[in-house]
């Protein structure tokens, strides 16, 4: 299954790539990513859920209970900015990768999101003294490795304990789409997305470490597959930059009038804040610190602008980030049999113009 | 810049497959497609317009004027379900095709739109007696062929004078979103998606053809690039289903219980209702009659239904339309080079399981 980037990308992947989407990096103009514009991954088809005969169940706890829409409406509400991104960004910029979704950078977002916290409805059903994690069920299905299953997920539970773990039923400030998971999603800021489990039908205490598919096979850091490699769970430090000046179609190369102009772009970290972002305008030799501004959330991006005078002629610009726990993006990310966590410099050519 | 089908996709067409989006099929089952899941081609980057500071001029009119959002949305206001389909939908399935967004299937969509009606603000503004055609000129910006231009089309006065021709600020109830053309659109039913141009900035009548890059060069159906073509207008007959089952990820192929079942989809024209849809089993050697339910809007797609005990084994599945001029699906479409209206009967594997 192991695509080489000269062979191209197969219809196959191209066929994920129709139905899914990323962010078109001119977005991050924006705060906060309008609906249609965030990333969305789906890993097997968009259930149409109604929610007047939906309920989520949770099974399992010492006082089972389930609950409809309107109860968990009832429940205190918070609201915060979080930035997802998905664990195979950048997956098509490996020399090799395998059959999965090819994204290229663009597979982030920031929204905004407004649910229940979690923990204190874990409490209200009464926590078994043996749990060690807490597993989460969506309403989707299809087919890996010839199972049929539901998309399945866990946490640990002092992750599922934390006080900003939401079960969210709105998305900036309006229903939540069905592609995004509706009537009611997880969302667990810091970490990547396959983490903020869609469609929620059920919630479960486990006192034992959950094997499912997508914690057990896909979503692990491995070099080999006889290996049970390293689970992913949080977002690694990143920066993008808003390509600048105009585009060319159908190349999408970047042209730009000679002068004063700002550079601008994001940068993001499920580890703590951003404490610098650098920018280089000559294919990654100097690096000169960028403005960075304070994000407005524990885990939202935050905004970066650079001052650039361009000169006439052709320029590699990139942005790297380093974050609170002194990580820094690597200029090529080391390869893995997922292809996932590829985080490594954004490099963006420009022409520039007299 | 010829591609084969057997070489792959570049990097370069993926990088606008993963900023464009196409409408994940499954979203038929629904009448109206929820914002975020209608397809969308951005020819250049987004602009983020505010609109506060926005508004629309009517150039070169007897009596010209600048209307702002407020103003708009003063006037008179229609709702209509239109069907919007790219006109380089299945560009990909094409044994050749064209450097550009590299469409399967999924290049459609079916929103809700509201607007004020164009045709009584253009006799408002007064139309010059020698006018042959209406200009509509974009905010988006970017280069082709080497020249900075902004997205624009024409329409001939008696299309622009249409009643059911909408200036548009909202689609399914809410504010246009900004990748929809906030904060304003054309909409043009029947017409394939690059006539309802985005960001529209200025409308301005013209005494000559309009020989713009969008309208003389782009979007012409021509064998070699040294025709003039035919302009592109009117979406051709099309219909799609939703593939049944449950998929497998990453293959995304689709397996099927034996047993009765209920096939769907949709169907549209742009020149005219849908007659008829009619589905083979068997890999298009024989035709049945779908169920096909009214549409609710001349220009909105009709549902299509169809029951089908599945037997064990593999099968091919398709579907085609006939539209009321007489017009039906081909089994494959007439190459061209761009890569346009390749509207070839939809065909869907399936493996039914006993």
Chains 1, 2 share one sequence.
């Not at 990768?97 to 649910?115: F, H, I, K, N, Y």
């Not at 096979?217 to 977002?235: C, T």
């Amino acid at each position: 299954m192991e695509r080489r980037r000269d062979d191209g990308i197969g219809l196959d992947e191209l066929a994920l790539a129709a139905r899914n989407h990323g962010m078109p990096l001119e977005a991050m103009r924006a705060d906060i990513t309008p609906a249609g514009m965030h990333y969305l991954l789906m890993h097997y088809d968009v259930p149409f859920v109604d929610p007047s005969s939906w309920a989520l169940s949770l099974g399992g706890f010492q006082r089972p209970m389930d609950l409809t829409l309107d109860e968990l409406r009832a429940r205190p509400a918070e609201t915060a900015p979080v930035t997802l991104e998905c664990a195979g960004n950048g997956r098509a910029m490996f020399e090799t990768r395998p059959l999965s979704q090819p994204w290229l950078l663009e597979a982030v977002g920031t929204a905004e999101w407004t649910g229940t916290p979690l923990a204190p409805l874990l409490e209200e059903a009464g926590i078994p003294d043996d749990t060690i994690e807490i597993v989460f069920t969506g309403l989707d299905r299809g087919l890996e490795g010839g199972e049929e299953s539901s998309y399945e997920r866990s946490l640990p539970i002092a992750e599922a304990l934390r006080d900003d773990v939401l079960l969210v039923y709105e998305m900036n400030g309006q229903p939540l789409l069905p592609q995004h998971g509706a009537p009611l999603r997880l969302v667990v800021p810091g970490w990547y997305g396959m983490t903020h489990v869609k469609w929620l039908g059920r919630i479960a205490p486990t006192s034992e470490r959950f094997e499912g598919y997508q914690q057990a096979v896909a979503y692990r850091l491995r070099s080999h597959e006889d290996e049970p490699g390293r689970p992913l769970e949080r977002m690694r430090v990143r920066s993008l930059m808003v390509p600048p000046g105009l585009p060319t179609f159908p190349e999408r190369e970047r042209v730009l009038s000679a002068g004063p102009t700002t550079l601008e772009g994001r940068a993001w970290s499920g580890s703590g804040a951003i404490e610098r972002v650098q920018v280089s305008v000559d294919g990654c030799a100097a690096w000169t610190d960028a403005e960075l501004e304070p994000s407005p959330a524990p885990y939202a991006w935050h905004r970066w602008t650079f001052d650039w005078t361009a000169p006439p002629g052709e320029h590699d610009l990139a942005c790297r980030a380093t974050d609170a726990a002194g990580a820094t993006q690597p200029l090529d990310a080391e390869p893995n049999l997922g292809g996932y966590a590829n985080n490594a410099v954004h490099r963006v050519h420009v022409t520039v113009t007299s």
